[in-house]
């Protein structure tokens, strides 16, 4: 697998605990914090624009402003680590920065009004991806709102139902979008941890702690939900020649 950039993975920065998804908290059982995109210093004046309530789109100024602005600027994609930028007018102005053998397409998920960006740095044969960023608008700017990710090739990170699945031997994991509809967020995630499986599950995108349970199944439960995942169809990008 090609080295991985240690992009920001939406969610809260969270700490990997394996390569799918958009990685778990320390103790798989607890919920995972939702995607955020970090905003502009809230003493900038188009910070305070944006808190009054205005609904206008930002221009190409403005996101330009708040690109320079950003001083601890890090890459969530290998787009953002190209344009040196983590804002966009469309998906047309991401779309023009990939690079021949790179892919992108546009799908549905679960939590978002619309059809989200799906970019990936490295296209196989069959034009599917192990590593992908999706990309979504967010108060008329475009942004990343979360990566996937997937450990082996073998199972390349796909949707269906409007959920993503990013899975791989013996772990488990699909993923939409959080309440606010800017995030990509875990649904359901489980793995094998030596003789046992451990993991939660929601059945809607709410925070509320009581609304995510743990998972307490065997192998034979973890299959059940493993064919939601064989049910699913990779994505299949358009790769850039």
Not at 15 to 32: K, L, M, N, R, W
Request: hydrophobic share 30%; charged share 30%.
């Amino acid at each position: 697998m090609k080295k991985r950039i240690a992009y920001l993975v939406m969610a809260g920065m969270l700490t990997f605990t394996g390569c799918a998804g958009i990685g778990t908290s320390e103790d798989a059982g607890e919920p995972t914090e939702t995607a955020e995109v970090a905003e502009p210093e809230a003493d900038e004046p188009e910070t305070a624009d944006a808190e009054t309530g205005s609904d206008d789109e930002a221009s190409a100024d403005e996101i330009a402003e708040d690109n320079a602005a950003d001083d601890d600027f890090m890459p969530s994609s290998f787009v953002e680590e190209a344009s040196k930028k983590d804002k966009f007018k469309s998906y047309d102005e991401i779309i023009s920065y990939l690079t021949k053998g790179q892919g992108y397409t546009k799908i549905k998920i679960k939590g978002y009004n619309g059809e989200v960006l799906a970019i990936t740095d490295s296209v196989d044969a069959e034009k599917h991806g192990v590593e992908v960023a999706f990309y979504g608008e967010v108060n008329g700017i475009v942004k990343n709102i979360g990566n996937a990710f997937s450990c082996e090739k073998e199972y390349p990170i796909a949707t269906g139902n409007d959920m993503v699945y990013a899975c791989y031997t013996d772990c488990y994991e699909s993923l939409f979008l959080n309440p606010d509809g800017d995030g990509l967020m875990i649904k359901d995630h489980i793995t094998k941890d030596g003789d046992t499986y451990l993991g939660f599950l929601r059945e809607t995108n709410s925070l509320d702690e009581a609304d995510t349970k743990d998972f307490t199944g065997s192998e034979k439960e973890f299959k059940e939900y493993w064919k939601n995942y064989e049910a699913a169809t990779p994505i299949s990008f358009t790769v850039v020649e």
